[in-house]
Structures are given as structure tokens and as C-alpha cells.
């Protein structure tokens, strides 16, 4: 049982270049997030997924995008990276909300991206 | 602003103190969470308290909730070195983009041996 995992755990890109970062999760969770952490800063969300072939805007989606073709994967694309999208990338995986409010999130390692 | 916000912004102190961090938040809420996160890692949950539970324990752990004020604490007891990482608390929240789970900016824990 793997968890949540994430590749790749690093990269640099220069300005313009894109990637593609994967975040796959066992768990069966049906929610996925994907989250950047700026230095001192707590977690800013970027994009999420409440199931299969669906997607939402977080709170910072511009220069980002998502899909989720497969309930355990969870893709996030740069197509033009900018030096302002060096950040760290995690990826989060729960069950769906319940009436007891969100649940547990399970957190990837992590990708550290440096924009050159 | 954030929906929840952690104090202090870093906290410092010897092994073998105790250690209380605070967050507190704007809106109602389902539950409030509080992670932990090792430098250079991902963040591992540690605790989730209802709104309708005042206070919740985990091992070196107690959380308590205060719905009144919009306000909740984490202690750890008898801190070892092991405990030295950000802590963070996360709520649910209706924010711009719907209804979210926001986490605050975290409280940096040193614990000097």
C-alpha cells in the first residue's frame, strides 16, 4: 500500500517549458487535490477533483491545468511555466465529503519545481 | 484572509516542555483538523475534532475546540526532538471557489534538545 505518491520529486525548468507532474494514489479515495507551499506560507490549492472525470478551480488555478482520466491519478500541467510557479507541489487524496465535514487528507512527498 | 490562522507564527522550547499552538477561524465549521509537516515532507494528519466535541486526545496530544470563539489549541506534552516541524490547522470553509478545505499559515516548532 503505496499511499499516495508523486513524480517527479524535482525539476527545473526554464521560462516557457511545460510539464506535466503525476500524482497517483491506492486508496480508492474518490477526492484529489493538488496544493502549492510558497516559503513560510501554509498550503494554497490550486486545483481539485471530487471524482472520475471531474475538476474545480481552487483558489489559484491561473497557469494550471488538471485532468483526472483515472480515479487513482491525478495529472497537473504547466503549459508556459513562469519563474512565479517555483514552488513546491503536493498532492492530497480523501474520501468524499460526509455529513461530518471533510475528511482525513493523505499527502504525497511532494515536487519541488524550480522556474528558471 | 485565511479562514484559519495559527499563533504563534513560531514557537521555540526545550525538550521535555509542553507545547501550545493556537488557530483560530472565521466561519462555522464542520470539523478542524491539525496536521504536521517535517521539513521537506509531506503533511501527515494528527488529529480531527467535530464541532461538537470540545476536546480530543492522541497519545502526547490534546486539542480542544471552541466554537464560541472560533478557536482551537494543540498541545504536546512533553516535547522531544522528534517533535521539531510546522504544524498546521485546516477547516472546512465556503471560500470563492466553494465549499474548501482551507489550512492555515502553520506554526514552526523548534524543540532543542
Known amino acids: 500500500n503505496a499511499g499516495v505518491t508523486q513524480t517527479p520529486k524535482f525539476r527545473v525548468l526554464k521560462t516557457g517549458q511545460s510539464m506535466t507532474l503525476l500524482c497517483a494514489q491506492d486508496?480508492?479515495?474518490?477526492?484529489m487535490y493538488w496544493y502549492r507551499q510558497d516559503p513560510g506560507m501554509g498550503l494554497r490549492l490550486i486545483h481539485y477533483s471530487v471524482g472520475e472525470g471531474t475538476t474545480a478551480k481552487g483558489e489559484v488555478p491561473d497557469g494550471y491545468n488538471v485532468s483526472r482520466l483515472k480515479k487513482q491519478n491525478f495529472l497537473l500541467g504547466l503549459e508556459s511555466a513562469a519563474p512565479s510557479q517555483t514552488s513546491v507541489y503536493f498532492c492530497?487524496?480523501?474520501?468524499?465529503?460526509?455529513?461530518?465535514?471533510?475528511?482525513?487528507?493523505?499527502f504525497g512527498p511532494g515536487t519541488r519545481l524550480t522556474v528558471l | 484572509s485565511q479562514q484559519g490562522e495559527e499563533d504563534p507564527q513560531a514557537l521555540s522550547i526545550q525538550e521535555g516542555e509542553n507545547a501550545t499552538m493556537n488557530c483560530s477561524y472565521k466561519t462555522s465549521i464542520n470539523n478542524l483538523q491539525w496536521y504536521r509537516q517535517n521539513s521537506g515532507r509531506g503533511l501527515v494528519h494528527l488529529i480531527l475534532?467535530?464541532?461538537?466535541?470540545r476536546e480530543k486526545h492522541s497519545g502526547r496530544l490534546r486539542v480542544t475546540l471552541d466554537t464560541s470563539k472560533k478557536s482551537s489549541s494543540l498541545l504536546i506534552t512533553a516535547s522531544r526532538a522528534a517533535d521539531t516541524a510546522s504544524y498546521f490547522c485546516?477547516?472546512?470553509?465556503?471560500?470563492?471557489?466553494?465549499?474548501?478545505?482551507?489550512f492555515g499559515p502553520g506554526t514552526r516548532l523548534s524543540v532543542l534538545p
Open positions: 486508496m480508492n479515495h474518490e477526492y
Open positions: 485546516a477547516t472546512d470553509a465556503s471560500v470563492d471557489y466553494g465549499q474548501n478545505f482551507v
Open positions: 475534532i467535530r464541532s461538537n466535541e
Open positions: 492530497a487524496s480523501s474520501y468524499r465529503v460526509r455529513a461530518g465535514g471533510f475528511n482525513e487528507q493523505f
